[in-house]
């Protein structure tokens, strides 16, 4: 059984540029959440994705969007990229919604830094 | 009243000492309060976790303790070792109006354990 997966590790990003991110949950598990982490600081919830539609979401404007695929994959888009949007992307796999007291697991995360 | 207020931000532990981090919250709505230990370039992982109906729960080294009426919970780590050096979350499940669930994250303690 693999873990959560995430690609790319690193990422340098210019302002107003778009991004995507992608994940791959674990084995058997159709929740994906997304945080951001900025340095020093606790994840921040971005959105949920269950059975490949968008099932809560943060304080996150609509320039941060998702998308999750008949194998659970999932992608976070950013566009418009600020400088504030430099951070750890983290990407959080559960076998059912979080409702149902399944625990999350975390990726390693994709670091993003915009110039 | 969605914040989770963690201390302390850092902490030095001797070898074989006690560690001892802290957490605060206001939502009463809160169901489900875990703690995660990430170390740098890793996502966090699940630790320990409590229930508010439960006062006290360990596992191994590790002990939650939950004051429900003081809304404070705190995370022991006994004989604390140079391997537990980490940044350390405490975090609080929270529904979301959709009736999905997302986690508030505290800001996280960074414990450094001296051989």
């Known amino acids: 059984e693999t873990g959560v997966t995430q690609s790319p590790t690193h990422l340098i990003k210019t302002r107003g540029q778009q991004v995507t991110l992608r994940c791959s949950s674990q084995?058997?598990?159709?929740?994906v959440s997304w945080y951001q982490q900025a340095l020093g600081q606790g994840p921040q919830f971005i959105f949920q994705?269950?059975?490949?539609?968008?099932?809560g979401r943060g304080n996150f404007p609509p320039r941060f969007s998702g998308l999750q695929f008949p194998n659970y994959s999932s992608e976070l888009n950013v566009n418009a990229l600020e400088l504030d949007d430099s951070a750890l992307y983290l990407c959080?796999?559960?076998?059912?919604?979080?409702?149902?007291?399944?625990?999350?697991?975390f990726g390693p995360g994709t670091r993003l830094t915009v110039t | 009243q969605q914040q989770v207020k963690q201390s302390p931000q850092s902490l030095i532990v001797q070898k074989g000492g006690i560690s001892i981090i802290n957490c605060a919250y206001e939502?009463?709505?809160?169901?489900?309060f875990p703690w995660y230990q990430q170390f740098p370039g890793k996502g966090p992982a699940l630790l320990i976790a409590?229930?508010?109906?439960?006062s006290e729960k360990k596992e191994g080294r590790f002990t939650i303790s939950f004051n429900k009426s003081a809304k404070q919970f705190s995370l022991h780590i006994m004989d604390s070792q140079p391997g537990d050096s980490a940044t350390y979350f405490c975090?609080?499940?929270?529904?979301?109006?959709?009736?999905?669930?997302?986690?508030?994250f505290g800001t996280g303690t960074r414990l450094k354990v001296l051989a």
């Open positions: 959080a796999s559960s076998p059912g919604l979080a409702g149902l007291a399944y625990e999350q697991y």
């Open positions: 084995s058997g598990h159709n929740t």
């Open positions: 994705y269950y059975r490949e539609e968008e099932n």
């Open positions: 939502n009463t709505a809160f169901d489900y």
């Open positions: 409590i229930r508010p109906d439960v």
């Open positions: 975090a609080a499940r929270w529904e979301l109006s959709s009736g999905t669930y997302k986690y508030i």
